[in-house]
């Protein structure tokens, strides 16, 4: 069974990732488990920051935004539901794309305002056409 943590120690809080049809939409997900719920900190759009992380090397892949409803649909479904802000609605990465995440693991920070998930991504994470969209780094070194 695949399972959300929350840190908040050395021991963290374990709820089930359920799996249930891919024909499901968002609107059909039931409402957030109570006692996760509670142990979120959203800004003031209901919202809270998500980073998708490459389950098996670590590399950081995208941050995106979930509310309740986005993050309910991700632990049932096992498939990253994201809501897009420019766009107010919901999205699953992959479903028009063909580039899915398949979500392994799924963690809250410390403080509860930001959420990872531990992700097997197929094909490209970026709307560019990267793997990664943290793909421009910046120079070092402090004023040339």
């Known amino acids: 069974m695949w399972y959300v943590r929350c840190h908040s120690g050395p021991t963290g809080r374990r709820f089930p990732i359920r799996r249930v049809p891919d024909s499901m939409t968002v609107e059909d997900k039931d409402e957030l488990d109570e006692k996760l719920a509670t142990m979120l900190k959203r800004d003031e759009n209901g919202l809270v920051a998500v980073i998708a992380q490459q389950y098996d090397t670590g590399e950081v892949l995208m941050l ?61 994470a970026c709307h560019t056409g990267t793997r990664s969209c943290f793909s421009r780094r910046l120079p070092m070194g402090g004023p040339q």
């Open 64 to 124: 995106a935004w979930m509310d309740d409803r986005a993050l309910a649909a991700t632990l049932e479904t096992g498939r990253a539901t994201y809501y897009s802000r420019s766009r107010g609605t919901y999205w699953v990465k992959g479903a028009t794309s063909g580039n899915v995440q398949a979500v392994h693991s799924v963690d809250i920070d410390c403080d509860g305002d930001a959420v990872l998930l531990r992700v097997d991504q197929t094909g490209v």
